[in-house]
């Protein structure tokens, strides 16, 4: 193994994705797994508010690891030794993930901010006397992890709604880090092309993470069907949320995956910027969407027959539109600027949502919402301008 804890980087091949990243991806199955189990019993407004603050933590740990390994080589000494203590700390965000906003938000902060300051910590010691751009460009991030996790650790002391509130300020702060550059007073900003991203490593690892989460949905299907005994309508709804399942990978992995690994690795002026826009943001939507998606199936398989609610209706409907809606926008930052297909679909989503909202059985809204996604992963290899 190397000491050195930068990869050794080369103009003619970007970064593999190492054995320990993989290895690393391993807590965040438990992770994706643990967001589902919490948006399930917590159907709520509230309760969505809640999940979004915990999916944002959770993305946005797995997020800025999958930006450190495109530079930092995981299985050096020092880099392997990081991964592994990033993997431990995870593991204590993950699992305090059911009780986080009930007896158990100190261990997810501090879980969650230690993970941001260690690693932007290491990565600043890593570049010394190597990069002094990307070591200034991590000084800044570290900084602004610092000051996002000032309001993440003093709202884990709270309770209640000024828990969620100051929870919610300090996910804006650190997704809203990248847009302004990380900009600090006295210090500037670090400008996206300063950020020397290798863009098909950023797109290999994001791929990976979707699938993990649409993993999350076979899963639940399998689960939740095994748990039934067989009838006409569970039997109808298991096939319904597989096709489901198998529908959003056709509309991602069929045709738009590849042309965005084509685009960020086409240039390297530009990599940062789709990888902020197309990967880091647009990827978080369409990955919360899947988690959505697995809940949804859950509850249809639960109880085909039973009439729609409000919250049921926007979680079967909502989580193919927010990922729709993820999808368009990784559509525009790779340079795919006709979004016509992914537009009619939220909008055909929104119609049914209005019609369905009261009345309809579970079963028929979940077949209605997999018709729309199904369309969309046809629409991705037959039409170009989709």
């Known amino acids: 193994m190397r000491w050195e804890a930068l ?182 900003a670090t400008p996206m092309r300063d950020w020397t991203l290798a863009g098909s490593h950023l797109a290999e690892r994001c791929q990976l993470v979707l699938m993990i989460a649409l993993g999350e949905s076979v899963l639940r299907v399998g689960l939740t069907f095994s748990g039934h005994r067989g009838s006409p309508s569970v039997d109808a709804a298991f096939i319904i949320g597989f096709l489901a399942a198998a529908c959003l990978w056709g509309t991602y992995f069929l045709q738009y995956a590849e042309r965005g690994a084509e685009a960020i690795s086409s240039t390297s002026a530009g990599a940062a910027r789709v990888g902020r826009a197309g990967y880091a943001y647009a990827h978080a939507m369409m990955v919360a969407g899947v988690i959505v998606v697995a809940v949804a199936i859950r509850l249809t398989i639960n109880n085909p027959d039973a009439g729609e609610s409000v919250a049921s209706a926007v979680t079967m409907l909502g989580g193919p539109a927010l990922f729709l809606a993820g999808l368009a926008l990784f559509k525009w930052a790779v340079g795919q600027r006709s979004l016509r297909a992914p537009t009619i679909a939220i909008g055909v989503l929104g119609v049914l949502g209005a019609v369905t909202a009261f009345g309809a059985d579970r079963l028929v809204v979940m077949v209605c919402a997999t018709l729309v996604i199904g369309t969309m992963a046809v629409l991705a290899v037959t039409a170009d301008s989709a």
Not at 7 to 19: G, I, K, Q, Y
């Open 7 to 188: 990869r050794a980087r080369s103009d003619e091949a970007a970064p593999r994705v190492t054995n320990m990243e993989l290895f690393f991806d391993l807590v965040y199955v438990f992770a994706i797994t643990q967001l589902s189990d919490f948006l399930f019993r917590h159907l709520s407004s509230r309760g969505a508010l809640e999940g979004l603050v915990l999916f944002g933590a959770v993305w946005w740990a797995w997020n800025y690891t999958a930006w450190a390994t495109n530079w930092l080589d995981p299985e050096s000494v020092p880099g392997t030794a990081l991964m592994i203590v990033l993997m431990a700390i995870s593991l204590v965000m993950s699992a305090a993930i059911p009780k986080a906003f009930d007896g158990r938000g100190i261990p997810f902060a501090f879980a969650y901010v230690g993970l941001q300051v260690v690693r932007s910590g290491f990565m600043v010691w890593a570049f010394a006397g190597s990069d002094d751009r990307m070591r200034r460009n991590y000084a800044q991030l570290l900084a602004w992890s610092c000051i996002a996790g000032a309001i993440w650790i003093a709202g884990a002391f709270t309770h209640s709604d000024l828990k969620l509130a100051l929870w919610l300020v300090a996910l804006a702060l650190d997704l809203g880090a990248p847009i302004h550059g990380f900009w600090l007073p006295g210090a500037g």
